[in-house]
């Protein structure tokens, strides 16, 4: 007698196949499918987190302080940022000097900190209109690197003048 | 006359179900949730003392994002269109031409709901007057400074001193 083998299929019988004799897998690979061309439809790459530069906005605003830390002992400092024109670089003054780039802004900033307790200062930032957010942003930076960590903007002119 | 050999074919569904699998778990893992998918893809300026939020480990859990969100996302069109802007939060657009008072009202809303429902957690500082609920403000690079201060004064009626701002890693 000789046994012929007919292959994998032979001890299954005539319902031979995933479906034959268990037909819910067909309706299995359906869901599969569906879910699956779910999150293909939904893909998106992940971003990466953004960074994060923490600041204390002044007291003095609508959280009505208690008097000891209005009248905590602080010194200010006032920078004015503004451009000549939408196309040239921002300049930067700290209380009233003479103006300058953003690396003269860190030194003479971090000369006005040398010595002294970072705490005490309270930054006040004014801009004028063609200031971008990206020209106050180091002024932050620079803020948090020599550890002065209130730091607040001034009204605009044209937010004073402007209805609320 | 001989019947010809019937052959039955069939097609082995494992590795295909294999393949499936792995490519779901790829998508799964590499991709972003849609719950995520309300962060404005938005040009942020740089910082090289900024942080990554697990580095400074804040409790994040309740805390507000703001985004500013340009009207056209090419920095030249929303010049040369004098585009307008808008306050996101909560995936909810504000205009800003009420000087911020729609997106105050949200805000408001959301703090009184964060401390009712807050077990205690979110409170008024006795001293400054201030919520200890961390702002992070996401403000793109081009944006006006007459724009992002509307929303620095919202936040700051609301008696919200703790902010965050978004930051890019340095570009090279």
Redesign the interface.
């Known amino acids: 007698m000789s046994h012929k083998k007919m292959g994998a299929s032979a001890d299954h019988g005539d319902d031979s196949g995933h479906g034959g004799d268990r037909p819910w897998v067909y309706f299995m690979i359906d869901s599969f499918f569906l879910v699956t061309q779910f999150f293909v439809l939904t893909f998106k790459v992940r971003t990466g987190e953004d960074l994060i530069l923490p600041h204390k906005l002044p007291p003095g605003g609508a959280g009505k302080p208690t008097p000891d830390v209005l009248v905590k002992e602080t010194l200010p400092v006032a920078i004015t940022v503004n451009r000549d024109t939408a196309e040239s670089a921002p300049w930067y003054k700290i209380n009233g000097g003479s103006p300058g780039d953003l690396q003269s802004l860190n030194s003479t900033l971090g000369s006005l900190v040398e010595g002294k307790d970072p705490s005490k200062f309270s930054v006040r930032i004014s801009y004028e209109g063609k200031v971008i957010f990206k020209d106050v942003m180091p002024i932050f930076n620079t803020c948090i690197k020599y550890k002065i960590s209130e730091c607040g903007l001034q009204p605009s002119r044209e937010r004073i003048t402007s209805p609320r | 006359m001989k019947k010809p050999d019937i052959n ?1 074919i ?1 097609v082995d ?1 494992v590795p295909l ?1 294999d393949i ?1 699998s792995l ?2 778990m790829f ?2 893992i ?3 949730t ?1 719950a995520s ?1 309300n ?1 404005a ?1 938005l040009r ?11 580095t ?1 480990w ?1 409790d994040t859990k309740d805390r507000i994002v703001i985004q500013i969100k340009p009207e056209f996302d090419d920095e030249n069109v929303q010049a040369a269109k004098n585009g307008k802007y808008f306050f996101v939060f909560n995936a909810a657009k504000h205009g800003n031409a009420d ?1 911020g008072k729609s997106l105050k009202d949200h805000l408001a809303k959301f703090i009184d709901d964060a401390a009712a429902h807050g077990n205690g957690k979110i409170v008024k500082d ?5 919520w200890n609920i961390p702002v ?1 403000l ?9 724009e ?3 929303v ?2 919202t ?15 340095i570009r090279k």
Request: proline share 5%.
């Open positions: 039955n069939e569904m179900i499936i490519l779901l998508l799964i590499v991709g972003d849609t998918s962060i893809s942020l300026p740089t910082a090289d003392q900024a942080q990554t939020e697990t400074f804040r000087e006795s001293k400054t007057g201030t992070k996401r403000i793109p690079e081009s944006c006006p400074m007459v992002a201060e509307k620095l004064y936040v700051a009626s609301l008696s919200l001193s703790d902010i965050q701002y978004g930051a890019a890693e």
